[in-house]
């Protein structure tokens, strides 16, 4: 594919030479010959300058050098991720049918156009929609369902009864429906286990990161709603809820029973506590740690990173706080006997 034909194909504008070829796609600094890239930010342009790349897109009223044809758009990102999703190769042996290394139970409905590829593993009563990837290695629960135009990458495991919405990808490893967290401490100390019985369902065009887990409910379900993305090695809990086209990056956890709303955007390694209400358009930094409801639009974050020796001395501060405390009491007392006198 040359310049001019993918400008053709985002509406862009061609300054410099349209035949060039295009073979792939990369950031300015990485691109070589035949790289299509980027400029996103002006403060790039220097890097622009020696870019090897064999065209860049940019916006239609950048003014600046570049060493290599231009394409001019609207919206710079939004023209690369349509032409990575137009130039992007299919999954290889994807081809529809079952792979003779798959097992399958009898009665198991496989729509038209699906692919169950090898050494999958589908259980009595699995439903798997018109279209449906199963790449290779994925286990379906007794009764679980995947819905049309999904994607399961290798070793994805959706346990029985679990349900997943259509078009949605879920990246290698992540496991959907194991048992949530749960269990009753008794008298001696030991454990005891509480049945989880519930199921987990994702909605539509969801992704799932690779080695994220979502945990089934102890009853009923926990929901994953349709437009969700959700980063790798995420966990969520038993009976969360998580609202429509909210966010949640690596390694960000949602304890049970939280109820997380729509729109909602989850920093990395962030943490919320059980049984909690989060507003819709909330914004959670990375690694804050949240304990209490959040209102619909908070902005929180906290656990900012400190030089080591400003963040001892705090911690030192920290400990002594319910001492200073006390004696800011004391001295409020005597202040307040003073101002009588």
């Excluded at 300058?49 to 064999?54: H, I, M, P, S």
């Excluded at 629960?141 to 679990?162: N, P, Q």
């Excluded at 009923?220 to 969700?228: A, D, F, K, P, Q």
Aim: hydrophobic fraction near 40%.
């Amino acid at each position: 594919m040359t310049v001019a034909e993918i400008a053709e194909r985002i509406a862009g504008v061609v300054e410099g030479d349209g035949a060039v070829p295009i073979t792939g796609l990369a950031g300015l600094r990485a691109a070589r010959p035949g790289d299509l890239s980027l400029l996103v930010s002006p403060k790039y342009e220097s890097i622009l300058l020696d870019t090897k790349a064999a065209a860049v897109l940019v916006r239609t009223d950048w003014k600046g050098r570049s060493p290599c044809p231009l394409i001019r758009v609207e919206s710079p990102d939004a023209a690369m991720t349509h032409i990575a999703l137009t130039l992007a190769p299919e999954y290889p042996g994807t081809e529809a049918g079952v792979h003779p290394s798959a097992v399958v139970a009898d009665g198991v409905e496989i729509g038209e156009g699906a692919c169950i590829g090898p050494l999958c593993v589908l259980e009595k009563g699995v439903a798997i929609g018109k279209d449906a990837v199963l790449v290779a290695s994925c286990y379906l629960g007794a009764g679980a369902r995947v819905g049309e135009d999904s994607v399961l990458h290798a070793h994805v495991s959706i346990r029985e009864g679990c349900i997943i919405g259509a078009r949605t990808i879920i990246y290698d490893g992540a496991v959907i429906g194991s048992d949530g967290f749960g269990y009753d401490r008794q008298d001696d100390g030991s454990w005891v286990k509480i049945p989880q019985v519930g199921i987990v369902e994702v909605g539509d065009d969801v992704e799932i990161g690779a080695n994220t887990t979502i945990d089934r409910a102890r009853f009923g379900r926990t929901t994953i709603e349709n437009g969700v993305k959700l980063d790798n090695l995420v966990q969520v809990a038993h009976n969360v809820v998580v609202g429509e086209n909210s966010a949640m990056a690596g390694q960000a956890g949602i304890a049970g029973s939280t109820v997380v709303g729509r729109n909602v955007r989850i920093g990395g390694k962030a943490s919320v506590a059980g049984h909690l209400s989060v507003g819709d358009n909330v914004i959670i930094g990375g690694s804050t740690g949240i304990a209490k409801d959040l209102k619909p639009g908070e902005i929180v974050m906290g656990f900012v990173g400190r030089p080591h020796m400003t963040w001892k001395r705090i911690h030192a501060a920290e400990e002594r706080l319910p001492e200073l405390v006390r004696k800011v009491k004391v001295l409020e007392q005597k202040v307040e006997e003073l101002s009588h006198l």
